[in-house]
């Protein structure tokens, strides 16, 4: 879907940039990220109804520190720089910023020097915001002025007399920040003038229609995978091109415990999708053989992947497109996100395609986000079975199972997931939290069963909270739900004989361990 009013987000490497976009798209105004460095001609040609210059983990003052091209500033349109994007914006038009000797972290009240400024109209004179930074803005450019300050009396706000260009030295899209999602409301509505064009109900019309154009009379395969994404992108496509969508689901011997018997009977039985099912499992395990590093098995796994898919593609018969569940998330992490960006890592539908490919991609999803995707499941009428499942990562219980993977970890990881996810969702734990899972280390430790000593693994068991899966904390989980959990799975399933906790949050760590 084209989406009338665009508001593009500059990414400089903040970990809430995912989150900046959540929050303008949920006031159903179209948002869209490009790097930092994007070229003009790129940003020019989203015609946006505004800018907004994300955070970042950098200081303006460091050399290589991402900027941004002065023609922004002639394009005419209002700009919001939040945190370092304020810093940016005061460094580029003649201000000064500066280390202070004492940062700001955490919870802080602001007061609002200026009730009657466009981005905090309606609120109240002073509230808490969440700030993260060691520089600030200690003299303003010329035509600035300082909205609001801090308790501790930095700059907190400032805006342009002459120009719609304003600057938060605070989060605003983040639930601690009071007063938050209206001061970007104020910013879209009562700054840029945005339309509230984006809706979901209209995007599946949409979607629909550019698929059936995009297809033509060609065939589509579908890769299946029995997750959220590939199935509303299967039951998408098929409103579209009807019984010309072959959907595959291939067995890679890496799902949990019963999952391709449960998925298939859904697919079949509910959805009624035509489904082909492949047992890859030993093709999947070989291209495994002695591979240990992360990256690798993400590589390894896709392209077998890839490999499955056009073979099946060949007993279709003439199939031109491969439909993959691709998420906006999947794109970022795994893509551009401006020069000195690492990329975190590769997921197998976006980052392990070889260069030259039969089957043309077709990623109806690649521009949502995983909460907007569920919405869309449920305007389609796909199963709750479905859309509550937590996310999976394509290359599978590969990446949960450290090292090399040999059939017989794969099964004592999945009797373990399988135990934790049953407690989980006994507890009522399932749908509060965005992931959980187990896995399983490479190691070795000493244990007792009885009188007799065990030389088992170890399993992690790993839960975290999230809006988007681009940040996550990790979920506080009952003291005696853990305990249940690690008990079963040493008592229940031979060589595991030790449970631990991952307490770790996205970022330092990924969600997942590889």
């Known amino acids: 879907m084209k989406a009338e009013d665009v508001i593009v987000i500059l990414d400089c490497g903040s970990q809430y940039t995912q989150l900046i976009a959540r929050r303008i798209r949920e006031q159903h105004v179209f948002s869209e990220i490009l790097p930092w460095d994007a070229p003009m001609e790129e940003i020019r040609s989203r015609n946006p109804k505004g800018i907004v210059i994300s955070g970042s983990p950098k200081s303006v003052l460091s050399q290589g520190a991402p900027t941004i091209s002065e023609e922004l500033f002639d394009l005419g349109v209002p700009i919001l720089g939040i945190c370092y994007g304020m810093q940016l914006l005061s460094h580029l038009l003649g201000g000064k910023v500066a280390k202070v000797e004492l940062a700001e972290y955490g919870r802080a009240k602001i007061e609002v020097l200026d009730i009657n400024a466009a981005i905090f109209r309606g609120l109240p004179k002073e509230f808490y915001v969440w700030m993260s930074h060691g520089d600030t803005v200690v003299e303003l450019p010329p035509g600035a002025r300082v909205l609001a300050k801090s308790e501790s009396g930095l700059i907190a706000a400032m805006a342009f007399t002459e120009k719609p260009i304003f600057g938060l030295q605070f989060h605003p899209e983040v639930a601690h920040t009071e007063h938050g999602i209206e001061i970007l409301r104020n910013f879209l509505f009562e700054v840029c003038h945005c339309d509230q064009t ?17 297809v033509g009379d060609g065939k589509v395969i579908s890769a299946l995978s029995g997750g959220v994404d590939s199935t509303v992108a299967a039951v998408l496509t098929q409103r579209a091109v009807g019984n010309r969508l072959y959907c595959v689901f291939v067995n890679t011997g890496l799902l949990r415990l019963n999952e391709a018997e449960n998925v298939l009977s859904v697919y079949r039985n509910e959805l009624k999708l035509n489904v082909r099912y492949v047992d890859a499992s030993e093709e999947f395990l070989k291209a495994l053989k002695g591979v240990t590093d992360p990256e690798e098995k993400r590589k390894a796994v896709g392209r077998t992947f890839i490999e499955v898919f056009e073979r099946e593609a060949e007993k279709v018969g003439d199939a031109k497109w491969l439909l993959q569940g691709t998420l906006y998330p999947d794109v970022i992490e795994s893509g551009r996100q401006g020069k000195g960006a690492s990329v975190i890592k590769t997921h197998h539908n976006v980052g392990g395609l070889p260069e030259e490919m039969k089957l ?33 990562p394509g290359p599978g219980l590969s990446v949960r199972c450290l090292g090399e993977v040999t059939p017989e970890k794969l099964e004592l990881l999945r009797r373990a997931d399988a135990v934790f996810i049953e407690e989980l969702d006994a507890a009522g734990y399932y749908e509060k939290v965005w992931q959980a899972f187990c896995v399983l280390l490479p190691i070795r430790s000493v244990g007792v069963t009885g009188d007799e000593r065990t030389y088992g693994y170890t399993v992690a068991l790993r839960a975290v909270e999230s809006l988007d899966g681009m940040t996550a904390d990790w979920a506080y989980l009952d003291r005696e739900l853990l305990d249940k959990v690690a008990r079963r799975i040493c008592n ?21 361990w590889e």
């Open 492 to 512: 229940e399933i031979p060589g595991i004989n030790r449970v631990v906790l991952d307490v770790t949050s996205k970022p330092p760590a990924t969600i997942e």
């Open 360 to 392: 043309k991609l077709i990623e109806p999803l690649k521009d949502l986000f995983k909460d907007e995707v569920r919405a869309i499941g449920s305007i389609l009428g796909i199963p709750r079975s479905i859309l509550r499942r937590h996310p999976f």
């Open 198 to 214: 984006w809706n979901l109900g209209d995007w599946v019309e949409e979607q629909v229609k550019q698929i059936s154009q995009t």
